[in-house]
């Protein structure tokens, strides 16, 4: 069971953590922080947790526990427990000063920062901006190209067309795994990660974050490349991607080209949601890489 930890963000925006932890790990010290993406919370890496702790744990952890790196989720602003302020707000500022606020408060550096998709990015800007916070990094399919306005118009009609508020959670985990017309054959598990972020409401269902501020935070990083504060990366860096996510290999590869110290893993059976989906794999691509940089 994950304990919560309060974090004070950017702006004095309340934030929640949750510490997965082993028991017998110590409360201080390097750890790991878990960035999730748009529209996500930080129990999506739930899933992928015991795997991670397991790929974490240094080689003697069995015989000393205390080697355990502490392991945290952060909820990002906007989502999930922590709080949702005005739209103005939603910026890639206050995205990685809300994670450098975690890494200080909870005293988790240098820390290991996994990212997925948005979270990556931020992850990564904070390691460029903030390398003193930063041992380590592992990017999970988030691209470093500009998407574009067209893309962003894609995400905002996507939006209008969920039919909420659904008549229940068995509904909502239908439409995001089956009938949502991005879905091209049926994937259990993108109902599932849609319907983990839905609360009940006098109505029906709908989700606990605001689409129109999901679609601010998209605005401020969609329309440009990342490939500047990607260079400027300094720590080893894992590039993971899906085999049918939204990072292509050849820039994928090109990213791990760009970073000082990058390395390339991908997960043949898995799309964008490559962590919750495919935990197990996910592991097997990540472990490797955060043995290495977690007894380094």
Not at 39 to 58: D, F, N, Q, V, Y
Not at 82 to 98: G, I, L
Not at 213 to 234: K, N, Y
Request: proline share 8%.
């Amino acid at each position: 069971m994950a304990r919560r930890l309060d974090v004070t963000g950017a702006d004095g925006v309340r934030l929640a953590a949750w510490d997965f932890t082993p028991g017998t790990a110590p409360q201080a010290g390097p750890g790991v922080l878990l960035l999730h993406g748009l529209m996500g919370h930080a129990a999506h890496w739930s899933p992928a947790i015991s795997r991670l702790t397991e790929a974490a744990a240094r080689p003697d952890a069995s015989s000393h526990p205390h080697h355990r790196p502490r392991i945290v989720a952060l909820d990002q602003r906007g989502h999930g427990h922590s709080a949702k302020p005005p739209a103005a707000s939603f910026t890639r500022e206050a995205y990685v000063a809300d994670a450098a606020a975690a890494v200080e408060q909870l005293g988790l550096g240098p820390v290991t920062l996994i990212g997925h998709s948005m979270g990556a990015l931020t992850a990564w800007q904070l390691a460029a901006e903030r390398p003193e916070l930063v041992h380590a990094l592992v990017i999970c399919d988030m691209r470093a190209s500009a998407l574009g306005a067209a893309s962003q118009r894609e995400w905002r009609d996507w939006f209008r067309r969920w039919p909420t508020p659904f008549p229940s959670l068995d509904a909502a985990r239908r439409w995001f795994g089956e009938e949502d017309p991005w879905v091209e054959r049926p994937r259990p598990a993108r109902g599932a990660f849609f319907a983990e972020v839905m609360a009940e409401h006098p109505d029906g269902w709908r989700p606990v974050f605001d689409p129109e501020q999901m679609l601010t935070s998209r605005e401020t990083w969609v329309h440009d490349a990342h490939w500047e504060s990607l260079a400027q990366v300094r720590c080893p860096t894992l590039v993971v991607r899906g085999l049918d996510g939204e990072l292509g290999r050849a820039e994928a590869q090109e990213m791990v080209r760009v970073l000082p110290h990058g390395a390339y893993a991908e997960i043949p059976d898995a799309g964008h949601l490559l962590h919750y989906e495919h935990p197990d794999a996910w592991r097997e691509a990540v472990g490797p890489f955060l043995n290495g940089v977690l007894t380094s």
